[in-house]
């Protein structure tokens, strides 16, 4: 496999005149499920790459630091979590991660079955047995919708898994559905979503970050460098709804022992200094006008 010649440099569409570029020796799948368009690719650097309407999703190799990034953090602040909530997440990645804080049970609601069948079959060492193991519960079904009738269940923890906010993830950064995740929400559990890139798409942070703060008395964003995903360092926000504490250090240090995690990523001191921000986000969240010239990102 790795002496196959180059055969395909595969890049996203430009966002805001700004492209990365992999070198590709395979296309294993190219498909379009009722969803979206469906890609897996062998890539130089990366080895297997799941794009779903142009965009990477995932890849084998640095699939761990997303998905550390966007479990872990959340669940340490969670003292005892029994029901956790994924929506989307359909390679198995947030599941396999979520598994492994002792939950009762985790329900992942994913919209396209395509998404995890293919990632079973060309991506299985992403989901490393999540599907099987009976704690697991996937439905699938829109996220948003599911949210909406879910008359009666609550979750510890809400882990939004999606693709960006265009196509079927759209409605999953809308109003309506925050205020669902909220009312869905035990007192004292956590919200959690990516949010993409805030050099590329500032105003996307800004404005999940205004969404979730109008509902949830606190709201926080924190930040990884996960190289296959556009400029690199990815945003996610985390909400936390009344009564909520953040665990404190030697807190997350305690259940970070208490649970056996097993990471490649983060570290218990990483989970508490994510979410110490560099200037120009902390202006992007707080609503500062940024065409000034004084940060260099426009809105
Ligand atoms: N890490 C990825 C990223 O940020 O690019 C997300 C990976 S995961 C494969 C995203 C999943 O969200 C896709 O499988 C997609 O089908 C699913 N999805 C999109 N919109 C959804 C919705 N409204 N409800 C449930 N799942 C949805």
């Not at 929506?87 to 992942?108: C, E, F, P, Q, S």
Request: hydrophobic share 45%; proline share 7%; with cysteine.
């Amino acid at each position: 496999m790795s002496n196959r010649p180059v055969t395909e440099w595969f890049g996203e569409a430009p966002e805001r005149g700004f492209r990365q570029l992999f070198a590709v020796r395979e296309e294993l799948l190219h498909t379009r499920s009722a969803y979206q368009d469906m890609r897996v690719l062998e890539t130089v650097p990366f080895g297997r790459m799941l794009v779903l309407d142009g965009a990477v999703q995932t890849t084998e190799a640095d699939e761990f630091i997303y998905h550390e990034m966007l479990v872990h953090v959340p669940l340490l602040h969670v003292e005892h979590p029994r029901d956790v909530l994924i929506i989307g997440g359909g390679d198995g990645g947030a599941l396999r991660r979520v598994l492994a804080h002792g939950v009762a049970k985790a329900t992942m609601v994913e919209i396209d079955e395509q998404v995890v069948r293919v990632s079973r079959e060309y991506l299985p060492a992403v989901g490393a047995g999540a599907f099987d193991d009976p704690r697991a519960n996937v439905v699938f079904a829109d996220g948003a919708a599911y949210l909406r009738e879910a008359a009666g269940e609550s979750f510890d923890a809400i882990i939004v898994d999606s693709t960006d906010p265009v196509g079927p993830a759209q409605v999953l950064f809308s109003a309506d559905f925050f205020a669902s995740a909220y009312r869905a929400l035990r007192p004292g559990g956590v919200y959690v979503t990516q949010v993409g890139s805030p050099i590329l798409l500032p105003g996307e942070l800004r404005e999940a970050y205004r969404g979730l703060g109008a509902l949830f008395p606190h709201c926080r964003a924190y930040l990884a460098g996960i190289p296959s995903y556009p400029a690199v360092l990815l945003g996610f926000l985390m909400a936390g709804k009344e009564p909520f504490a953040w665990a404190t250090p030697p807190e997350i240090r305690a259940r970070w022992e208490e649970r056996w995690l097993e990471t490649a990523y983060l570290t218990p001191e990483l989970a508490t200094a994510a979410f110490v921000l560099p200037a120009y986000v902390q202006a992007i969240i707080s609503g500062q006008d940024l065409s000034q010239g004084r940060f260099p990102v426009v809105v």
